[in-house]
């Protein structure tokens, strides 16, 4: 499953290609400019569907659905997924 992080660094990512601001992302995806920013920056712990296909939509990009992977992470992929975890943290 994709984190919410991750997906916030793709879309700010494709927003950038685009040549977009971020105020001119949120009134076309029709959400807020403090909660496109949240997300873009890793901030936000939830959000609602219909706004993540909003911004996803405004981008030209479509969510998918794909087979789930049946193996369990290995050590050393949870370690990584923290320490990545770690480096999203602004606090520090």
Known sequence: MLPLSLLGEQIATKRKTL???QPVLARKAKVGLSTLDALENGR????GYSKINNIVTAL?????????S???PTLD???EE???DQGLDRRR
């Open 44 to 47: 936000l712990g939830e959000l």
């Open 77 to 79: 992929e949870l370690m």
């Open 60 to 68: 030209g990009l479509e969510l998918k659905l794909q087979e789930a």
């Open 70 to 72: 049946a193996r369990r």
């Open 82 to 84: 923290a320490r990545d």
């Open 19 to 21: 040549g977009l601001t």
